[in-house]
């Protein structure tokens, strides 16, 4: 409690450090004091004839002889924590890993669910759109790519592995909570200098990026799916389109009413709090 009196665990915080040091130290420690008794005699002949010799002698040897065995001890629990840290860091990646096939099948139900992959390419069907879905991690300030889908195998290409949260059309969205870009130019130069002047996104990762995107629309994600000042932002979704006008100008204000936002919204909160363990969105 700010300014009362000070907690039972505030006052033995030091009793808990000290039994982390003893439980770090007291092996070597035992084992200085084993060869400082060890190595006494011989610079004092005196005790070296006393009848406590052996008894001097039996004491360095259970000192030499205890810090060995605690050695092996400390050896043998870092080896077990070591296998007990694998384990946990394969089972966290394979968890993510399903996380982010999950995010996609949301991502591909999304988009159809909101009409917006039901494009043909003579007679057959390919999408000129794609949605990706992002987490914001507030502490490195960018943004985390965690699913990108499109009927177009062509354009879910992965892009750079993180994006900074205000560069670009995203920073955009961001800020306002949902966004709308249309008409951008169809020539690569005019389509660059568009994107460096009214997104300020820098001219050399402009020219990096894969698709020409003409049409886009964002909107943000609230842990818990709610809105407004107090709620907690965690991400954001991005849907382009190949077509000038291939989004509508509702289309960020429309995708929250949609049921698969609502999935999108909950595996996008569960990685953002293993981002941010201490925080809780709902």
Known sequence: MVGGSPTLHSKTKWLHRAGIWIGDWWSRCLLAVGTVVLAVPTFFPSIAASPWRWAWLGGAI???????WGELRRSRSIHR??????????????????????LKVALRDLLKESGLDQTTHKGKPRSRTRATVYCHDKTRRVFIPLARYS????????????????????????ADAWSYKKDLPEGREDW???????????????????????SL???RIYG??????????IGIIIIESLDARGLKSTTGQMLPEAQWFKVVDALVKTYHLSLNPGSDSS
């Not at 259970?62 to 060995?68: F, G, N």
């Not at 195998?153 to 560069?167: A, K, N």
């Not at 818990?224 to 932002?233: S, T």
């Open 224 to 233: 818990g799916g709610g809105d407004g000042e107090e709620a907690e932002k």
């Open 62 to 68: 259970i000192c030499l002889a205890a810090s060995a």
């Open 217 to 219: 629309a964002g909107t």
């Open 81 to 102: 924590l070591e296998v007990a840290t694998k384990k946990a860091e394969s089972r966290a990646h394979s968890m993510e890993r399903g996380l982010r096939r999950r």
């Open 151 to 174: 009927g177009n195998p062509l354009l879910e290409v992965d892009g750079r592995p993180e994006y900074p949260d205000d560069q670009g059309f995203i920073a955009e969205a961001w």
């Open 192 to 214: 660059v200098d568009a994107l460096v002047t009214e997104d300020e996104l820098p001219a050399p990762v402009a020219r990096k990026l894969t698709m020409h995107s003409r």
